[in-house]
């Protein structure tokens, strides 16, 4: 068991982002899924840091406890904020919520005597470990994978394909839909209060744009015919600049190339391309 | 002092503003967030950064070869990924999260090229003169920026609002099908607007970077949140709101450094777009269902 000791000492991290980056994948397949395209989920990761580093930090709070606080916490802000933004559609509402992310980003920023402000806050404590992380990741891959084949799913998916149609069947769309991104919203908060408790350090800036069009790249690029496809993207886009670390200063560039080539190629994500592939029938 | 700062507030609100009408086009028009915006407004500034030093261009013919480069830039991304994943009928978010990984290859080769240090203009490329009007002294550099961006602003709003091209592509916004068995050249004009609107980014650049005097490879960064700002205040895919959101935005910002402090820019710039967003999320002008240009 030595290479394994070995394995896991260098690799740890990597593992651990792996299945956090999966469950932001999950977070973003969630409101994917049923039609929204929300980019908010880095400002619910930092809601869900921010809070759970806070309780942890300052008061000592075990780490169970801390999580759930932090997915309850961006859960309400979801709740807030989601009433009125969730009146756009489309494109629109991905600006609308692009835009939010922002504004957390700037509060916590603001906020120093709580927050630290753009310094951070250092020295948090290591308490999550492989099972924390393996725990969240199967048990939010059970529940999607079971929920994709009830009646709650297929309503999720008629919402996606055509809301006007759904409402005409007696279905709350509005409803459905505030759930899809508050529950997306708990996921990405959860995610962040886990990622921030093997990391040592949280500032603002890690919550940025750049980590909010990345969440969506890994949903994007796995795809939302099924949660899989989430489990894909996030593997993925965690695991190709470590792939890439031999190309030197033009590493970004074929990262980029990649993603670009994806999009193309297999535009309706990975999951399906890989689907279509495999069910060809052979001659 | 007011007057120096409505100075400042024009030419910051300019840029803003320019910058802010080409990534508008491409949301209105072509229906994509473009994350490459900021990119494309960098390669602009580095554009003529490289004419001015390596060809000893003045600076108009600078900001020509600026606009040549961000154009074949617009060219090149209509031409290989929007009309590739129009053809293929993708998905929605498909084309935004290709303009990622533009923006992230364009990033990375200019860095590769040039160095991710700050570069600057040459001092004597830059006017240094002074116009004394009464009391105020106004830079000729600032006077410059607000005359070409308005200029150029003015050009675009008659193009759109009285040329024919102007109504196709209206009609193509408002749908490129009934547009099409119209006769007009859907493809086409699809490919014009992402050039221009490429070339329009690509001057803001030039024009920030003669403002601030400073070029560095993730420039386009900031510039591209503002820019998102700017269409959320004004209202998304509207010409108008986009013009007017951008000058709100530059006055904002420099009223703000003059008598609050300039730690709290960004904030209010946000601030402003969060009550928006809560209060009326189409924007100002915007009316969210129907695309306007």
């Not at chain 1, 916490?73 to 009433?83: D, K, P, R, S, T």
């Not at chain 2, 005097?213 to 010409?239: E, T, Y």
């Amino acid at each position: 068991m030595e290479w394994l000791d070995s394995f896991w000492s260098t690799y740890s991290t990597f593992v651990l982002a792996t299945g956090t980056n999966v469950l932001l994948a999950l977070s973003i397949y969630v409101t994917l899924a049923c039609g929204l395209l929300s980019v908010a989920n880095a400002g619910f990761m930092a809601i869900g840091a921010y809070s759970a580093v806070l309780l942890t930090l300052r008061t000592g709070t075990p780490l169970p406890i801390a999580l759930i606080v932090g997915a309850i916490a961006a859960a309400m802000v979801a709740l807030l904020i989601g009433v009125p933004t969730l009146r756009l559609s489309g494109v629109y509402l991905a600006m609308a919520t692009l835009a939010f992310g922002e504004v957390v980003r700037i509060l916590i920023l603001n906020a120093e005597n709580v927050t630290g402000g753009a310094l951070g806050l250092n020295g948090i404590p290591q308490l999550v470990g492989l099972f924390d992380v393996v725990f969240s990741v199967t048990v939010a891959l059970y529940v999607f994978l079971r929920l994709a084949q009830s009646r709650v799913g297929r309503t999720i998916t008629a919402i996606s394909q055509d809301e006007i149609a759904t409402e005409l069947m007696g279905l709350n769309v509005r409803a459905y839909k505030l759930v899809c991104f508050v529950v997306g919203a708990a996921l990405a908060g959860l995610a962040g209060a886990l990622n921030a408790h093997f990391t040592f350090f949280i500032s603002p800036n890690e919550y940025g744009f750049e980590r909010a069009v990345e969440i969506l790249a890994m949903g994007v690029i796995g795809g939302v015919s099924s949660p899989w496809g989430a489990v894909l993207g996030g593997s993925l886009i965690t695991a190709l600049p470590e792939l890439l670390r031999g190309m030197g200063r033009y590493r970004p560039l074929i990262n980029g190339g990649i993603l670009i080539i994806i999009i193309l190629y297999s535009p309706k994500g990975l999951w399906d391309g890989l689907q279509t592939v495999l069910r060809r029938p052979r001659r | 002092m007011l007057a120096q700062q409505i100075i400042n507030g024009l030419s910051l609100g300019g840029v803003y503003a320019l910058f802010a009408l080409g990534f508008t086009l491409i949301f209105g028009v072509l229906n994509v967030i473009n994350l490459a915006h900021g990119a494309i407004f960098m390669i602009g500034a580095y554009a003529a950064l490289h004419a001015v030093l390596v060809f000893h261009f003045s600076l108009l013919p600078a900001i020509f070869a600026a606009m040549f480069v961000t154009g074949a830039a617009g060219w090149v991304l209509d031409k290989f990924i929007f009309a590739p994943l129009r053809a293929r009928r993708a998905p929605h978010l498909a084309p935004m999260i290709a303009t990622i990984g533009v923006a992230i290859c364009l990033t990375s080769l200019v860095e590769g090229y040039f160095g991710s240090e700050n570069l600057r203009f040459p001092i004597d490329t830059l006017p240094s003169s002074t116009l004394t009007l009464g009391s105020v002294q106004v830079n000729w550099l600032d006077l410059k920026i607000i005359l070409l961006a308005l200029l150029l602003m003015g050009v675009m709003l008659w193009v759109i609002r009285h040329s024919p091209t102007g109504r196709a592509l209206r009609g193509v916004a408002e749908s490129p099908k009934a547009a099409a068995l119209l006769g007009v050249n859907v493809d086409g004009l699809l490919l014009a607007t992402s050039v221009i609107a490429s070339i329009l980014g690509g001057v803001a650049g030039v024009l920030i970077a003669l403002y601030t005097n400073s070029v560095f490879p993730h420039m386009g960064q900031p510039m591209l949140h503002k820019g998102i700002a700017v269409v959320i205040i004004g209202g998304m895919g509207d010409v108008r709101g986009a013009l007017i959101g951008g000058f709100f935005l530059g006055f904002a910002e420099v009223l703000t450094i003059a008598y609050i402090g300039s730690n709290m820019r960004d904030a209010v710039a946000f601030g402003l777009l969060f009550s928006v967003l809560l209060l009326r999320p189409a924007g100002l002008f915007g009316h969210a269902p129907q695309r306007r240009v």
